[in-house]
């Protein structure tokens, strides 16, 4: 299985791509992992936040495919503990999906053609988190979910 991460955009904070960086490379033990940046929209001054979800949808959906199995980190999805989420992607690994894709969007959220697309919906807390935040709280989820499914030693209960 592989799996992707797309996020609108790039991180302000040299630390926070350090983290995110760091998790990478300790997923990638256990799958095949990457992420996708797909640029800022530039000029949004004058757009309203309808035109540059829009603007955003248009370039992640040019980054999926037909067979992606693709799940939004959306603050309306199902809110999962840490040992449920693994149990989400061992299921994922157990179905054969073969592309599995988390999307985090931009500041304003998803387009409906977004939505429309997503086979679900995940939320990492009922709390709001910066877009650029999100993309280290799931790298962590994401390793952690790797190592409860292998019997590692990092996740407590």
Same mark, same amino acid.
């Given at each position: 299985?592989? @799996?992707? *991460?797309?996020?609108?955009? /790039?991180? =302000?904070?040299?630390? +926070?791509?350090?983290?995110? %960086?760091?998790? #990478?490379?300790?997923?990638?033990?256990?799958?095949?992992?990457?992420?996708?940046?797909?640029?800022?929209?530039?000029?949004?001054?004058?757009?309203?936040?309808?035109?540059?979800?829009?603007?955003?949808?248009?370039? @992640?959906? *040019?980054?999926?495919?037909? /067979?992606? =199995?693709?799940?939004? +980190?959306?603050?309306?999805? %199902?809110?999962? #503990?840490?040992?449920?989420?693994?149990?989400?992607?061992?299921?994922?690994?157990?179905?054969?999906?073969?592309?599995?894709?988390?999307?985090?969007?931009?500041?304003?959220?998803?387009?409906?053609?977004?939505?429309?697309?997503?086979?679900?919906?995940?939320?990492?807390?009922?709390?709001?988190?910066?877009?650029?935040?999100?993309?280290?709280?799931?790298?962590?989820?994401?390793?952690?979910?790797?190592?409860?499914?292998?019997?590692?030693?990092?996740?407590?209960?």
């Amino acid at each position: 299985m592989k @799996i992707l *991460l797309i996020v609108v955009g /790039k991180t =302000n904070f040299e630390w +926070l791509s350090q983290a995110v %960086e760091m998790y #990478s490379k300790r997923i990638k033990k256990y799958v095949n992992f990457d992420i996708k940046y797909i640029s800022d929209v530039k000029n949004t001054k004058n757009m309203t936040s309808e035109i540059q979800k829009n603007k955003e949808g248009e370039l @992640i959906m *040019l980054q999926l495919a037909a /067979k992606d =199995n693709v799940v939004l +980190l959306d603050e309306r999805g %199902e809110n999962f #503990s840490s040992v449920q989420f693994s149990c989400f992607i061992s299921d994922k690994i157990m179905s054969s999906t073969k592309s599995l894709v988390f999307v985090i969007g931009g500041a304003y959220g998803f387009a409906q053609d977004v939505y429309k697309r997503a086979d679900s919906k995940l939320s990492l807390s009922k709390m709001t988190f910066s877009h650029q935040l999100v993309r280290l709280v799931f790298a962590e989820q994401l390793y952690r979910a790797f190592t409860i499914i292998n019997g590692e030693p990092y996740h407590h209960e």
